[in-house]
């Protein structure tokens, strides 16, 4: 383009799209949203000082690492060997993208099966995915994927069951991915011991599936579980949340009827890095393998019969038609999810085992530490629990929190950011990285403060 005679680059741009001035072009905005000021904006500086304010700004975060933490509702701390950083940034994984060369891309297809088949084995599924975004994507994905499966013979048609403990942020996924597509969700009622109602399950039976989590989000394990399958029955889908930790002791959900399993991955192989990025765990049975989201890695043999990996589904929207896509992932989290996956195939079976065992045992230690404080209440104390449990105090659980991260340590979770009517209700979660001296410390914080509040 040749350059205009006597005119600014900014005036030959306006030039060219038919404006004369930037007011012309931003018209549009009205006037009373527009800022006239000067942006308070300092003048140029180098690397260094650069480099400096960045860092300055960086320390100013409080993580969980920083400080004795009993934060989990969702997100939780393992250890996670060092060699899972050491492996992720090796070339092969960090700067791979979606192999659609399967030619010179079987080193990291062959991860994604590994992957996969590791989930198969954790969940008790036939066939799973190579990840989805979150454990609330995958939650929404899978309710999607069954309605399109049972639909047509279901005689509550366009309607899923889901626990009326759903986080708010989970369920507002699954609205929004249920909305468009007419989908009505009805709440499952659970008991005062925090159980599913299975007098209120039977209502679901007909239904094109039921959502429920296996540990719950108050971290209870509900007894229930495993009848619900017989009481829905066959052409209604049983779709189980889960945190894969627990597997290594729990049943896996495949075997006691589950049709679709979802999760939060972030457990294995990730850490809590400010709630991303993390990956969601997708696993079901054949019957729903067509109409799964994301792709599958499948084995086979090249011409020579040597083994030979390749993307044997893709259903998303890249790939193949946009009105045959069953749903609009983009490039999923596979990076992370091979963070999973290393995590996994270090430990290896027993290893997933004695992990979930250090979380079970660390919960019930801090669950015995704090029930012989003065005052305070445990609503689900007759429950088992994986990770976390409820503390009921006779104040308000914000306060409790404040006062604790003035004492340095991260509390819990205050419930009623999730349900009405729990303004005094504190969610505490132990994983293995929760140590005795801690432990003792945050009891004796609590006794502090229920002495100082009579």
Not at 87 to 95: A, D, Q, S, V
Request: hydrophobic content about 35%; aromatic content about 8%.
């Amino acid at each position: 383009m040749d350059q205009l005679p006597n005119m600014g680059r900014e005036d030959e741009m306006l030039e060219i799209m038919g404006f004369k001035s930037i007011d012309d072009l931003f018209s549009d905005i009205p006037e009373n949203v527009r800022f006239s000021g000067q942006l308070p904006l300092r003048g140029p500086q180098s690397e260094e000082e650069i480099l400096r304010d960045a860092r300055t700004l960086l320390n100013a975060n409080i993580t969980s690492k920083n400080k004795i933490s009993f934060l989990g509702a969702g997100l939780y701390r393992n250890f996670v060997p060092s060699l899972v950083g050491q492996l992720i940034g090796r070339g092969e994984f960090l700067t791979s993208y979606t192999p659609y060369q399967p030619e010179v891309s079987q080193g990291m297809l062959q991860a994604m099966w590994e992957f996969q088949t590791m989930v198969s084995e954790l969940t008790g599924l036939p066939i799973s995915n190579v990840s989805v975004y979150d454990s609330s994507t995958s939650a929404a994905e899978a309710i999607t994927c069954a309605v399109r499966v049972h639909n047509k013979k279901a005689t509550q048609k366009d309607t899923v069951y889901v626990s009326e403990l759903i986080p708010p942020h989970r369920l507002s996924v699954i609205e929004n991915y249920t909305k468009g597509g007419g989908i009505v969700l009805k709440k499952l009622k659970h008991d005062s011991n925090g159980f599913m109602n299975l007098d209120d399950l039977s209502n679901a039976s007909g239904s094109c599936a039921v959502y429920v989590e296996q540990p719950n989000p108050l971290g209870i394990l509900d007894e229930g579980i495993t009848s619900i399958k017989q009481i829905i029955g066959e052409s209604t889908a049983l779709i189980v949340g889960v945190q894969p930790t627990s597997l290594g002791v729990l049943e896996a959900p495949g075997n006691y009827g589950a049709d679709i399993v979802v999760g939060e991955g972030q457990p294995l192989g990730v850490g809590i890095t400010a709630g991303g990025p993390i990956y969601g765990i997708f696993a079901c049975s054949k019957k729903y393998l067509r109409q799964m989201p994301g792709r599958i890695v499948g084995k086979s043999e090249d011409d020579s019969g040597r083994t030979a990996f390749c993307l044997t589904l893709s259903t998303r929207e890249q790939h193949i038609r946009r009105h045959r896509a069953t749903s609009n992932l983009c490039t999923n989290e596979t990076l992370i999810a091979l963070m999973g996956a290393m995590h996994m195939s270090l430990l290896g079976p027993k290893g997933i085992e004695t992990l979930a065992l250090r979380n079970f045992a660390a919960r019930q230690v801090l669950e015995e530490k704090l029930s012989t404080i003065e005052g305070l209440e445990f609503p689900y104390l007759n429950s088992s629990h994986y990770n976390e449990f409820v503390v009921r105090f006779p104040f308000n659980a914000q306060k409790v929190l404040d006062w604790l991260d003035e004492n340095g340590i991260i509390g819990g979770f205050a419930l009623s950011n999730w349900y009405e009517d729990c303004e005094n209700d504190l969610l505490v979660c132990a994983t293995d990285q929760t140590t005795m001296e801690e432990i003792e410390i945050f009891r004796n914080k609590l006794e502090n403060l229920m002495e100082v509040e009579k």
